[in-house]
């Protein structure tokens, strides 16, 4: 630390008591300072050579025949004032970085100028602070700290703006030139931790290019922002140097940033903290991570930011969704709400996201671009495919939310639905723990759940598991097994069989029907499937497999066309025994109810082995 050192004689200050300086020295004292409770017995001549405002005093206390002056609103107090007139004296004083301040504003408030004598205590400190203190990359910061008691006074004589500009111009130095010491904790790069050779052979270590952030951290939330200002304003430092600087600050001002939340201490201060570090964040995308990004989102909202604040923010996320994990959007609701989480300010942050394609759509249409040129800015697949999977796993975990309304569930699993995505598994398994914790919605709330996904999409796994899932509409199972069976045929390289309209209704979710009844065959089919019969589906469809095997097996080319038709027509067998499923084909068909019996019978008497195989459907279960 630099420090400066002032006059020559031993300092004979003592004190007497709690209240009271005086100065030994042979000579009585002739005149009282009183700063605040402290009583300074000392001597006109010395004060009076260097202080134009105690010359005024003194002379007024002359003409009402007083021996007391009063000062009590020095900057600094009775300490500051016994280090101006010990220097009166020219007693040894040391100035450093701490007091330098306080004694420069004392100095100003005595008078302490050139005008007075030449070498006066105001000219030797603005001499130590510009060829010392604002040259030092460490005493700047501490100066700049300890200036803020001193407001506004400091900001009058410009010390702060020195300050200031000096600890901006030392950030945006070449790192190359950094000689100085200063703080840094953090983990480094792998390339900041090497070593390179300078011009004379010797080995240095690196200096990292954000080596300043850490110290900066030490400064008040409203200086900090006058130096960040300071440096973004020299357009030196990257955008991503600003933003570590800013993720930096807020890790260290804001409680339990790194958890997510914000406990303990001032509100209000915490809010000003927030909203300006979302003020200073560069305008460039992925200046700082999505994730440090939604912390501060999540931070707006406990300490209850203003909407402008987190609307940014919610722009700001929306622009690099992408990015984000699960554990990041899980943001929590609101006190006094009835969900867990926070649905809606999610679905702002995706509709955010989808609102680059549409704003650069807009761009295209106005600047009269040509069809087929991809404008930059615009979203690759590659990230809707991320954001697709990324709320797929959202759904999954809001889902376990006993009181969440479906409709947020599907409003916004709709959102991305225009997404293209190679597998549905996710989203089969969000709807299902939805089911799952939520066992008391009705058919037609399950149906339309259940239309968001696509049954092709399943994997074989979750194929597996959704034709052993009680808790799915028949409907549903019914499309799960016949596309798998499609699957199976086709990987075993067998012919694959065309899809009977009733399959292809199901799918197309045609509500269309020629059935007049007391039955609805929709409704049917929408119950949830029963232990026995989900057992039976089972059954078939490893019975078909099985016969698939066979016919791949062998090596007739006449044999194979004829298993085909067998496992065809025992898929169409099976489909057909279920009494809701002979409804509804009867109903796509176009038939009446004679026609559908007779239809139904003729099956029966074809396959009399499925037909007995297959348990009787008299009575529908549903849970709803």
């Given at each position: 630390m630099k420090f400066m050192k002032l006059g020559s004689k031993p300092d004979t200050f003592q004190t007497d008591g709690n209240n009271a300086r005086y100065v030994a020295s042979e000579l009585a004292s002739d005149i009282v300072v009183s700063v605040g409770d402290i009583k300074f017995y000392l001597h006109k001549f010395p004060l009076l050579s260097k202080s134009s405002h105690l010359q005024t005093l003194i002379s007024l206390n002359n003409e009402e025949n007083l021996d007391e002056v009063q000062i009590s609103d020095i900057p600094g107090g009775a300490s500051t004032f016994e280090i101006c007139a010990?220097?009166?004296?020219?007693?040894?004083?040391?100035?450093?970085?701490?007091?330098?301040?306080?004694?420069?504003?004392?100095?100003?408030?005595?008078?302490?100028h050139e005008t007075i004598e030449k070498g006066?205590?105001?000219?030797?400190?603005?001499?130590?602070?510009?060829?010392?203190?604002?040259?030092?990359?460490?005493?700047?910061?501490?100066?700049?700290?300890?200036?803020?008691?001193?407001?506004?006074?400091?900001?009058?004589?410009?010390?702060?703006?020195?300050?200031?500009?000096?600890?901006?111009?030392?950030?945006?130095?070449?790192?190359?030139?950094?000689?100085?010491?200063?703080?840094y904790n953090r983990k480094k790069l792998p390339e900041e931790n090497g070593i390179e050779s300078?011009?004379?052979?010797?080995?240095?270590?690196?200096?990292?290019?954000?080596?300043?952030?850490?110290?900066?951290?030490?400064?008040?939330?409203?200086?900090?922002?006058?130096?960040?200002?300071?440096?973004?304003?020299?357009?030196?430092?990257?955008?991503?140097?600003?933003?570590?600087?800013?993720?930096?600050?807020?890790?260290?001002?804001?409680?339990?940033?790194?958890?997510?939340?914000?406990?303990?201490?001032?509100?209000?201060?915490?809010?000003v903290v927030v909203e300006t570090i979302?003020?200073?964040?560069?305008?460039?995308?992925?200046?700082?991570?999505?994730?440090?990004?939604?912390?501060?989102?999540?931070?707006?909202?406990?300490?209850?930011?203003?909407?402008?604040?987190?609307?940014?923010?919610?722009?700001?996320?929306?622009?690099?969704?992408?990015?984000?994990?699960?554990?990041?959007?899980?943001?929590?609701?609101?006190?006094?709400?009835?969900?867990?989480?926070?649905?809606?300010?999610?679905?702002?942050?995706?509709?955010e996201f989808f609102m680059k394609d549409y704003n650069v759509e807009i761009e295209s249409a106005a600047g009269g671009e040509l069809d087929g040129i991809r404008k930059p800015g615009i979203l690759s697949d590659a990230s809707k495919l991320m954001v697709a999977k990324l709320i797929d796993?959202?759904?999954?975990?809001?889902?376990?939310?006993?009181?969440?309304?479906?409709?947020?569930?599907?409003?916004?699993?709709?959102?991305?639905?225009?997404?293209?995505?190679?597998?549905?598994?996710?989203?089969?398994?969000?709807?299902?723990?939805?089911?799952?914790?939520?066992?008391?919605?009705?058919?037609?709330?399950?149906?339309?759940?259940c239309?968001?996904?696509?049954?092709?999409?399943?994997?074989?796994?979750?194929?597996?598991?959704?034709?052993?899932?009680?808790?799915?509409?028949?409907?549903?199972?019914?499309?799960?097994?016949?596309?798998?069976?499609?699957?199976?045929a086709a990987s075993s390289g067998t012919s694959t069989p065309d899809i009977p309209r009733g399959i292809k209704d199901l799918n197309n979710e045609s509500n269309g029907s020629s059935r007049s009844g007391t039955t609805n065959p929709e409704d049917e089919l929408d119950a949830v499937a029963t232990a026995e019969e989900l057992k039976a589906l089972r059954k078939e469809l490893a019975s078909l497999r099985l016969s698939n095997g066979v016919g791949n097996n062998d090596k007739d080319g006449d044999i194979k066309p004829s298993m085909d038709k067998a496992v065809i027509g025992k898929m169409k067998g099976l489909l057909k025994s279920k009494r809701s499923f002979i409804k509804l084909w009867a109903s796509k068909g176009g038939q009446g109810e004679n026609s559908g019996s007779d239809s139904s019978e003729s099956i029966s008497s074809a396959n009399p082995e499925e037909a007995k195989s297959t348990p009787s459907r008299n009575r529908r279960h549903s849970v709803s």
């Amino acid at each position: 630390m630099k420090f400066m050192k002032l006059g020559s004689k031993p300092d004979t200050f003592q004190t007497d008591g709690n209240n009271a300086r005086y100065v030994a020295s042979e000579l009585a004292s002739d005149i009282v300072v009183s700063v605040g409770d402290i009583k300074f017995y000392l001597h006109k001549f010395p004060l009076l050579s260097k202080s134009s405002h105690l010359q005024t005093l003194i002379s007024l206390n002359n003409e009402e025949n007083l021996d007391e002056v009063q000062i009590s609103d020095i900057p600094g107090g009775a300490s500051t004032f016994e280090i101006c007139a010990k220097f009166c004296y020219g007693m040894t004083v040391t100035l450093n970085a701490y007091n330098v301040i306080a004694t420069r504003c004392a100095a100003e408030y005595l008078g302490m100028h050139e005008t007075i004598e030449k070498g006066n205590l105001v000219y030797k400190i603005d001499v130590f602070l510009s060829s010392s203190i604002f040259r030092s990359w460490k005493d700047s910061i501490i100066l700049l700290q300890t200036s803020k008691s001193m407001l506004p006074l400091v900001e009058d004589l410009k010390v702060v703006s020195h300050c200031v500009d000096s600890i901006a111009n030392k950030a945006c130095v070449d790192v190359s030139k950094v000689d100085w010491s200063y703080t840094y904790n953090r983990k480094k790069l792998p390339e900041e931790n090497g070593i390179e050779s300078n011009q004379n052979g010797l080995r240095t270590r690196l200096v990292p290019k954000d080596w300043w952030v850490e110290d900066l951290c030490e400064l008040e939330v409203d200086l900090y922002k006058s130096v960040i200002t300071n440096i973004k304003s020299k357009a030196v430092q990257s955008n991503e140097v600003i933003g570590e600087a800013l993720k930096a600050y807020a890790y260290r001002r804001l409680p339990n940033f790194s958890k997510g939340m914000i406990q303990c201490g001032d509100v209000s201060k915490h809010r000003v903290v927030v909203e300006t570090i979302v003020r200073l964040l560069p305008t460039e995308k992925g200046s700082v991570p999505c994730r440090f990004l939604l912390k501060l989102l999540k931070a707006a909202i406990f300490v209850e930011s203003g909407d402008r604040t987190k609307e940014e923010l919610v722009k700001r996320i929306g622009q690099q969704l992408e990015e984000a994990s699960v554990t990041d959007i899980l943001i929590q609701a609101p006190d006094g709400d009835a969900t867990l989480y926070d649905v809606s300010i999610v679905q702002n942050i995706v509709t955010e996201f989808f609102m680059k394609d549409y704003n650069v759509e807009i761009e295209s249409a106005a600047g009269g671009e040509l069809d087929g040129i991809r404008k930059p800015g615009i979203l690759s697949d590659a990230s809707k495919l991320m954001v697709a999977k990324l709320i797929d796993g959202y759904l999954a975990e809001i889902a376990k939310d006993p009181n969440l309304p479906l409709s947020d569930f599907v409003n916004l699993a709709e959102l991305v639905s225009s997404i293209s995505r190679p597998a549905h598994d996710g989203l089969y398994r969000a709807i299902d723990t939805y089911l799952k914790e939520h066992p008391g919605i009705s058919k037609g709330e399950k149906k339309r759940i259940c239309k968001l996904m696509d049954c092709r999409k399943l994997s074989v796994d979750a194929c597996l598991h959704a034709v052993q899932n009680e808790r799915l509409p028949l409907r549903v199972v019914v499309q799960v097994l016949y596309f798998e069976q499609l699957r199976t045929a086709a990987s075993s390289g067998t012919s694959t069989p065309d899809i009977p309209r009733g399959i292809k209704d199901l799918n197309n979710e045609s509500n269309g029907s020629s059935r007049s009844g007391t039955t609805n065959p929709e409704d049917e089919l929408d119950a949830v499937a029963t232990a026995e019969e989900l057992k039976a589906l089972r059954k078939e469809l490893a019975s078909l497999r099985l016969s698939n095997g066979v016919g791949n097996n062998d090596k007739d080319g006449d044999i194979k066309p004829s298993m085909d038709k067998a496992v065809i027509g025992k898929m169409k067998g099976l489909l057909k025994s279920k009494r809701s499923f002979i409804k509804l084909w009867a109903s796509k068909g176009g038939q009446g109810e004679n026609s559908g019996s007779d239809s139904s019978e003729s099956i029966s008497s074809a396959n009399p082995e499925e037909a007995k195989s297959t348990p009787s459907r008299n009575r529908r279960h549903s849970v709803s």
